[in-house]
């Protein structure tokens, strides 16, 4: 179901909206510290909410005494991260019936996540999302990572469909912020972390993902 003047296709976020990630990654990252004798604050883990892991690790690295860089503290974490997803990492309440209603509309779908694309073949694999897109771009394809646009120009481009024509699903204030520059309309489902009130305006908020397929042939029009 596709009009000239509507969404001619829809783009994901993946970790907090489409899986449950940020607790098991909340995890990774304090077991990582903890083994340097150092405690993750909410604030950081908050901040590094949306960002490629590259990028949360430099974050890390600036706010804690570490004996060891970024790369050796993602590696670290990434150890502990991948292992545990194919058991613990679970698909967000709501999500398949969403997706399959998108596909009973023909509409076209891509992923646009900070996650490498590691990580993201993993999750694959694990949650059978396989064949569900069409468009996959991952943190480590782009030069700037989340909120720069370049993510979602992206996966619009692999999709052979113009940004402005694209509705972008988000859960944090980087993603919705990265999806806004790309000129996408922009919906959000917040993370329990996130204030509502620090999304960008335009951004049309759900409680749910069920919320949002109830409401879908409406968000497609």
């Given at each position: 179901?596709?009009?000239?003047?509507?969404?001619?296709?829809?783009?994901?976020?993946?970790?907090?909206?489409?899986?449950?990630?940020?607790p098991?990654?909340?995890?990774?990252?304090?077991?990582?510290l903890?083994r340097y004798?150092?405690l993750?604050?909410?604030q950081?883990?908050?901040?590094?909410?949306g960002?490629?892991?590259a990028?949360?690790?430099?974050?890390?690295?600036?706010?804690?005494?570490?004996?060891?860089?970024?790369?050796?503290?993602?590696?670290?974490?990434?150890?502990?991260?991948?292992?545990?997803?194919?058991?613990?990492?679970?698909?967000?309440?709501?999500?398949?019936?969403?997706?399959?209603?998108?596909?009973?509309?023909?509409?076209?779908?891509?992923?646009?996540?900070?996650?490498?694309?590691?990580?993201?073949?993993?999750?694959?694999?694990?949650?059978?999302?396989?064949?569900?897109?069409?468009?996959?771009?991952?943190?480590?394809?782009?030069?700037?990572?989340?909120?720069?646009?370049?993510?979602?120009?992206?996966?619009?481009e692999?999709?052979?469909?113009?940004?402005?024509?694209?509705?972008?699903?988000?859960?944090?204030?980087?993603?919705?912020?990265?999806?806004?520059?790309?000129?996408?309309?922009?919906?959000?489902?917040?993370?329990?972390?996130?204030?509502p009130r620090?999304f960008?305006?335009?951004?049309?908020?759900?409680?749910?993902l069920?919320?949002?397929?109830?409401n879908?042939?409406?968000?497609?029009a």
């Amino acid at each position: 179901m596709k009009t000239s003047n509507g969404i001619h296709a829809v783009i994901f976020d993946l970790d907090g909206l489409m899986v449950d990630s940020e607790p098991l990654a909340e995890w990774a990252w304090r077991e990582t510290l903890a083994r340097y004798g150092c405690l993750l604050d909410e604030q950081t883990f908050q901040d590094i909410l949306g960002l490629r892991v590259a990028d949360s690790a430099r974050v890390i690295c600036e706010r804690y005494p570490l004996p060891v860089g970024p790369e050796e503290a993602m590696a670290e974490r990434d150890r502990l991260f991948l292992d545990a997803v194919p058991a613990r990492l679970r698909a967000c309440a709501g999500l398949y019936p969403l997706l399959d209603a998108l596909a009973c509309r023909e509409i076209p779908l891509a992923l646009a996540t900070s996650g490498h694309r590691v990580y993201v073949d993993l999750v694959f694999q694990t949650l059978d999302f396989e064949d569900r897109f069409r468009a996959v771009v991952t943190g480590d394809e782009v030069a700037n990572g989340k909120p720069a646009p370049d993510i979602y120009l992206l996966a619009a481009e692999r999709l052979g469909v113009a940004p402005e024509r694209c509705l972008a699903l988000e859960d944090s204030v980087l993603g919705a912020r990265a999806a806004e520059a790309a000129g996408m309309v922009c919906l959000v489902v917040p993370n329990d972390r996130m204030d509502p009130r620090d999304f960008p305006a335009t951004c049309r908020l759900f409680d749910s993902l069920e919320r949002v397929r109830d409401n879908l042939d409406d968000l497609l029009a």
